[in-house]
DNA sequence: CGCCACGTTGACACAGGTCAAAACAAGTGG
DNA sequence: CCACTTGTTTTGACCTGTGTCAACGTGGCG
C-alpha cells in the first residue's frame, strides 16, 4: 500500500515507533534483534501456524493481512480477528502453551518472528517491555470485546457497518486520513466472522451501498458518508 | 459456596496459590500486600466502576460473581464476560486508561483492589510478576476468543448449552467435581451475553432439560448428561 | 396479603438462513 | 487471444428460527 521499503531491519523499520523497538533504548536495540527474525515473505493462502500446534512465536505483521481461524469438532468455523500491519498474531496462545487457533495469509505478506522463551528474558533485562507487552495484550483484550459487542448485535447490516468502521479506523492507524480502504478477506471470511451467511453479507453489502454510505468496486470500498454509517451502525436492534 | 475463611490476608487467602502471591516469594510477600487492599465487601447490584471513567485500578474476585457490561450511544447493551473467584476486572482497560465496561457485582461479593501504577513498580522489582500477568492477559485474550466463537454459533441451544458447559467447567476450576452449578446471574444477563433474546433463553433451557442434559431448580443447574450437552454444543449451526 | 420483578409459555411475524441459479472474476491450456 | 474450468459474489425465492408482543405463572419482600 504506502511506498515503505520493506526489507529494513528494525532500526529502519517504519513500524518502529509503534513496535517493540519503541520501547528500547538505541543502543539496547541489538539485543533485541538479535532474537527476531525479520521480513519473513508468505504467499497467499500461507499458513503461519495450525490450530492446536504447539506455540512457542509470536508474529508481528509487517505488510499484508492475516486471518486466525479457529474450527470446532463438529466443523463449524469461526473468525476470530483480522491482523494488519503493526499487529501481533498469537497474544492469546501463550498461557496454554497451543495456538488455539489457525492464521493464514489473506495475500502475499511479511511478519516477523518473535519466540517467547527469549522475549521472557529480554523482558527481564528492559522492564519497559513488559510494559508495552501489557499495553498490547490490554488492547487485545479491549478489541475483542468489541468484536464481542459487535457480534452481539442482532441487525446483520450493523454488524457489516460497524465491522467497516471499524476496519477503516484500523487502516488508518498509522495517521493517514483515507477513506477508501481494501478488505483483503473474500465475503465467506466476513460471514465467519461476523456470524452470519455470505449472502446475508452480500445483501447487507447492497443495502448500505444504497443507504449511500459507501461505494464499492470488488475489495475496494471508498466511505461516502461516515455518519450515515455510523447511523446505520447503531441502528436498533431489529 | 465452599466454606473458606474469607477474611484472610494474602498470605492465607485460600486463592493465594491462583492469584498475584503465587509469583513472590513469601519473604516478599509484604511488598505486595502493601499495595492491595483486600476483602472490600459488595453487596448484590453495586457497581465497581462505570464505563467511561478513569481506570487505575484491578480487582481480584475473591467471592461472589460479577459482570462487566457496556452499553452503546443507541441504548442497546452487551455483557462482555461474567467473574468468578480468582478471576481479575479491569484488564481490558489498562492500554486506554478507561474503562470500557461497568462492572457490577451479581451477589454480595468480596474483591481486593490492586492500583496500576504501583503494580507497575513492582514488576519491575518482580520480573516473575509480569510473567504472571502476561499469563493471565494471555488466557482472557483465549477466553474471550472462546466467546466470540460460542456468540458467532447460529443455533440458540447450542449456544446455551456452551454457555453451561464453560461456566460449570469454570465453576469447577480449582479442582472440585461437582456436577452441578449456581448462575448468579438472571436470564436478561445471559441473554444479552449471548445476544439473543430472553425468552428464547428459557425455550433453550427447557429445551436442554428435554434433551435430559440437565435439570435446574431456579438459578440451580445441575448436568445429568455431559455427552449429549456438549453434542447439543457442537449440533451442526441450525 | 398484595406488589413487583423475574421467568416461562404461547401466538405470530419477519430477518436472515438455505437452496438454486445467474453473473462475474481469475486462472489454465490450447 | 479465446474457450473452458473453477471459484467467488450477487440475486432471487422460499422457509424456518428466533424476535416480538402478550399473557400467565412464580417467588421475594414490604
Redesign the interface.
Known amino acids: 500500500m504506502a511506498p515503505h521499503n520493506l526489507t529494513t531491519q528494525c532500526s529502519q523499520c517504519f513500524l518502529a515507533k509503534k513496535c517493540i523497538p519503541s520501547v528500547i533504548e538505541f543502543s539496547d536495540l541489538p539485543q533485541f534483534t538479535n532474537i527476531v527474525t525479520t521480513n519473513i515473505s508468505l504467499k497467499n493462502n500461507d499458513v503461519l501456524f495450525k490450530q492446536g500446534t504447539p506455540a512457542s512465536v509470536l508474529y508481528i505483521v509487517k505488510s499484508g493481512a492475516f486471518k486466525t481461524q479457529?474450527s470446532?469438532?463438529?466443523?463449524?468455523e469461526?473468525i476470530?480477528h483480522f491482523f494488519l500491519p503493526g499487529d501481533i498474531i498469537g497474544?492469546?496462545?501463550?498461557?496454554?502453551g497451543k495456538y488455539?487457533?489457525s492464521a493464514t495469509a489473506l495475500e502475499d505478506s511479511m511478519v516477523c518472528k518473535v519466540a517467547y522463551r527469549p522475549l521472557?528474558k529480554l523482558?527481564?533485562k528492559f522492564?519497559a517491555l513488559?510494559?508495552f507487552?501489557?499495553?498490547?495484550?490490554?488492547?487485545?483484550?479491549?478489541s475483542?470485546?468489541?468484536?464481542?459487542?459487535n457480534?452481539?448485535?442482532?441487525a446483520a447490516t450493523s454488524r457489516l457497518a460497524t465491522f467497516l468502521i471499524r476496519y477503516h479506523r484500523r487502516s488508518n492507524q498509522f495517521g493517514s486520513h483515507r477513506n477508501d480502504f481494501t478488505l483483503p478477506m473474500s465475503r465467506h471470511d466476513i460471514s465467519?466472522?461476523?456470524?452470519l451467511a455470505v449472502e446475508t453479507i452480500s445483501r447487507s453489502f447492497t443495502a448500505i451501498i444504497q443507504a449511500g454510505c459507501i461505494t464499492k468496486e470488488g475489495k475496494n470500498v471508498t466511505i461516502q458518508d461516515m455518519p450515515s454509517l455510523i447511523k446505520l451502525a447503531?441502528?436498533?436492534?431489529r
Open positions: 479457529s470446532t469438532t463438529s466443523g463449524s469461526h476470530a497474544l492469546e496462545s501463550a498461557a496454554r488455539q487457533n521472557v523482558r527481564q522492564p513488559s510494559d507487552a501489557i499495553k498490547v495484550y490490554s488492547s487485545g483484550l479491549a475483542a470485546n468489541e468484536t464481542q459487542n457480534i452481539a448485535i442482532q465467519i466472522h461476523l456470524g447503531n441502528a436498533p436492534p
